[in-house]
């Protein structure tokens, strides 16, 4: 550690930290057409076949795996696959009438994107106690590969579809002397408008200037008031009762949340 008594910045020392730095990222806008949508049991498929009408109620992005893998003759850079799985929500309704009963079933869809970045290149092994001395290799030749991280917004429905799928002739050995008839059967395919940020990085030891330790000025204090008192002095929440007009919203106006007390 280096000393720094009489810079001009006001920083005691120099001190060197292990953080991940970030080689190189990317944002995309991702359109998935036509994801068929899966169902997990009997019951939910049977009202899709049922279903005279369907609309998506929400989605959300329940998880992304990651494949990284060098790129041959151009080092440093990396393929990153990504398989993202999303949980829809669909209300069906067996009649097209507004008055008509409705079910709400719950699916889920998968789709993979590629992307290429550069990572930066590693000839360490990272051993950690989090691992347990575990530590990822390719074969006896090691690549450290980069870490990849993604943030995701959950996806926005832009549509959603019921198909009918027709019944179908199937053979039932490699010769196809005998088949068999194939039922008709629905399917839910739903297209997604999806935002990403794509990032690799590695973990790299870092200098940082240092101010010092410091003692925290707030003291920690426990309220002995009545439930009631606490509540009366939260102020009124006036922008719940009197949502914003599309010009607020534009400006940024009635962002407050009322007086308080």
Not at 26 to 41: A, K, T
Not at 49 to 66: G, H, I, L, M
Not at 143 to 165: K, M
Request: charged residues 20%; glycine residues 6%.
């Amino acid at each position: 550690m280096a000393e720094f008594a009489n810079n001009p910045y006001g920083f005691k020392e120099a001190v060197t930290v292990q953080a991940e730095r970030v080689f190189d990222s990317c944002s995309d806008r991702d359109c998935l057409e036509d994801l068929e949508v899966v169902f997990p049991d009997f019951e939910s498929n049977q009202l899709v076949n049922e279903a005279a009408y369907a609309k998506a109620r929400c989605c959300e992005v329940t998880s992304a795996y990651f494949s990284i893998e060098p790129i041959q003759f151009n080092k440093g850079f990396y393929s990153v696959d990504i398989t993202y799985t999303f949980n829809i929500e669909v209300e069906l309704s067996s009649a097209t009438s507004t008055n008509a009963p409705t079910n709400v079933v719950n699916g889920t869809a998968a789709f993979t994107k590629k992307v290429i970045l550069y990572g930066s290149e590693g000839g360490t092994k990272l051993f950690t106690s989090d691992e347990n001395g575990a530590v990822s290799q390719n074969g006896c030749c090691y690549t450290s590969v980069p870490r990849a991280t993604v943030a995701v917004a959950d996806p926005i429905v832009l549509g959603l579809r019921l198909v009918t799928i027709p019944a179908y002739s199937a053979c039932t050995d490699a010769t196809c002397d005998s088949a068999v008839t194939v039922p008709s059967r629905k399917m839910i395919c739903v297209t997604l408008g999806m935002f990403s940020i794509v990032s690799l990085s590695r973990s790299v030891p870092v200098m940082v200037p240092a101010f010092g330790s410091e003692v925290p000025s707030k003291e920690c204090t426990s309220s002995t008031e009545s439930p009631c008192e606490l509540f009366d002095k939260i102020g009124f929440p006036t922008n719940e009762f009197f949502p914003k007009s599309l010009e607020d919203a534009a400006c940024g106006c009635g962002s407050g949340s009322g007086d308080s007390k």
